[in-house]
């Protein structure tokens, strides 16, 4: 998954791609380059960030979805919390909501994934963006983090979404300490096994617990843990380097296959 930022301030990669028409060629980019999915975001998520309005995120984001449906056959997911964000967005052709809040933020976005058979992320945060990474503290990680995902996905199938519709997704970094990020990593299996995981590690800052480098500079750290992601399981990696990870996971299936 090819992350398509449309935001002036994500950690990442904020302000980069902020024109719709920045944003669809980084989106090509991205799909020249291997991306299976491309993730298309309005707002940012990252520690003690702002809420954006409905209008906001839907001007910042609709252009670039219709832009890549009109460019690309690669299927796009709507990084939103919001039912109205979602809802334009799937309208617009994309296919899955990718949605951080696990659907506490907006009631409804389970049955907008029902009704329209799209994909459906459920991402473990504690709390909201503001609050996520004041003094996390968790007595069971795993556990909690693995029967917090496990009832957003019972919530979704009871609201009629398909059970080979989602996946679900720790949170790297969405309160979590460094060390609960790397935990989270070796215990991806765990979490909730009926569902497949996806994992965002991509540049964060618990690959660089002392911000010696920027986010864009932490691009080895950023494939050792796609690797122990993919070791461990995962099923899809949200990444701003997909070529660097599709190497990777070229690298990985040699390995793995002579293993078994
Ligand atoms: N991380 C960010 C944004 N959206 N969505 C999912 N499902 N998982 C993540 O880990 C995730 C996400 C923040 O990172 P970015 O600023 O690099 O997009």
């Known amino acids: 998954m090819g992350i398509v930022n ?27 380059s291997g991306a299976d999915i491309l993730d298309v975001g309005g707002e940012s998520t990252r520690p ?6 409905v209008a906001e995120e839907l001007d910042r984001v609709l252009p670039v979805i219709e832009g890549l449906v009109a460019a690309c056959d690669v299927p796009l997911s709507i990084d939103t919390t919001k039912l109205e964000v979602a809802r334009a967005a799937l309208g617009a052709g994309a296919a899955i909501v990718n949605d951080v809040s696990a659907l506490r933020f907006s009631p409804g976005m389970a049955e907008l994934a029902a009704e329209t ?19 996390p503290r968790y007595d069971d990680l795993i556990g909690e983090v ?4 496990r009832e ?30 790397w935990r989270l990593l070796a215990g991806l299996s765990e979490l909730a096994p009926e569902y497949p995981v996806l994992v965002g590690h991509s540049r964060k800052s618990f690959l660089d617990p002392r911000g010696n480098r920027p986010p864009s500079e932490r691009l080895p750290q950023t494939l050792a843990a796609g690797l122990l992601a993919a070791l461990n ?6 990444v701003h380097d997909v070529e660097a990870h599709g190497r990777l996971l070229e690298a990985y299936r040699g390995y793995e296959e002579a293993r078994r």
């Open 146 to 149: 693995g029967s917090h995902l």
């Open 152 to 181: 957003a996905a019972r919530r979704a199938e009871a609201a009629g979404v398909d059970r080979a519709s989602i996946v679900v997704d720790p949170g790297i970094g969405f309160g979590k300490t460094a060390r609960d990020s």
């Open 117 to 135: 058979g799209a994909g459906l992320v459920l991402m473990h945060m504690r709390g909201d963006p503001r609050t996520m990474q004041l003094d």
């Open 48 to 53: 003690g960030a702002s809420p954006v309005s």
């Open 6 to 32: 449309v935001t002036p301030d994500s950690f990442s990669d904020g302000g980069e791609f902020l024109s719709p028409d920045r944003a669809v060629r980084r989106g090509l980019e991205l799909a020249a």
């Open 233 to 238: 399981g995962a099923a899809v990696l949200r």
